[in-house]
């Protein structure tokens, strides 16, 4: 079993990528919710929507997020009632939100629900948020706390970063079904998301950094920082905000102590000792998916990446060499 850590956009491109090269059953995605938000009087699961949508083969290519080919007239009809259009939900992202609320409202599981969702829309891996208790990142800003959607998608994340929390992570444990993933566990990815506000979350859920920490299976994570930059969204203003260095580097120093691999660009190849002098391994290779091909190629790395650590490991407890995977033909 393979378990992926994952935000929205750069994380179900990556998860993507795994999820066309192994067998789909053997994949399990755990995904931010701290995202998670009502509005109309919907729950709205971004990341794991994002996700879910990439998985399926629906994601709208454009922006990574959304259903491809999607309408606008429930939002315009709503915006002709006065409602401000500001969250962008189509048509079809509707009935998701819609089905997830009433599941909710019939006492099931955010967990079960998304299970569901994601089965009908012929997902056949793993898709588990992380908690089933609502968290909700703040942002604090200059001008005051911000809800995470207000922060990132009302106001265009264009406000400083000094300061993030996330309300209700005190009340929020690991699911049963992500601690079963990382117990069976032969490789652990954390996705090139945002160290920050969507792997962050995931780590202060009660359990993980603990189950993480016991999994004997090798831990590798890819740098969402390339060339010094984020590729998108603000995770480069976040770093510098809450004082980290905006580098491969600093996504290095933020995993100490969790990873055992870390795969950085090409672009950041000058990093590659510093980042070794930290005790973890380096893969330098290209980690911008532009295309689908550039996803598997990424997976395909990065799962032998992870192979080497764990044969290594073995070589030296002079154990048999194990195969993680079970790649698809
Ligand atoms: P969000 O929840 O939609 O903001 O998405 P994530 O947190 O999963 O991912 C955001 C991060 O993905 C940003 O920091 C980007 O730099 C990174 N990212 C997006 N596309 C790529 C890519 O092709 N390669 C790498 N290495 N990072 C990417
Ligand atoms: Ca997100």
Redesign the pocket.
Known sequence: MIVAL????????LAHGLYQLVQPHTLAVIV?TA?DFNLFGLRIS??AD?VMYTLAGVANPAT??GVAGDTWNTLEMLTRYGYEPWFRLGDRDFATHIARSEQLGAGRSLTDVTQTLSGALGVHAQLLPMCDEPVATQVDTPSGQLPFQDYFVRRHHQDPVTGVSFTGIENATMTKAAAAAIERATLIII????PI??IGPILAVAGYRDALGRSKAPKVA?????GG?????P??QMLAGLGHEVSAFGVAQMYRGLIDGLVI?EADADQQARISALGIRVLVTN????DEA?RVQ?ARETVAFGQAQLNAGNQQAGRSQLDITSQRP
């Open positions: 994952a935000g929205g956009v750069g994380g179900a491109k931010n995202d971004p990341d994002t990574g997020w996705c090139p998301s945002n506000v969507s890819v740098s969402p920082i390339v930059k984020a590729l998108r969204g995770a480069d660009d980690t911008v998916m532009n550039d990424l």
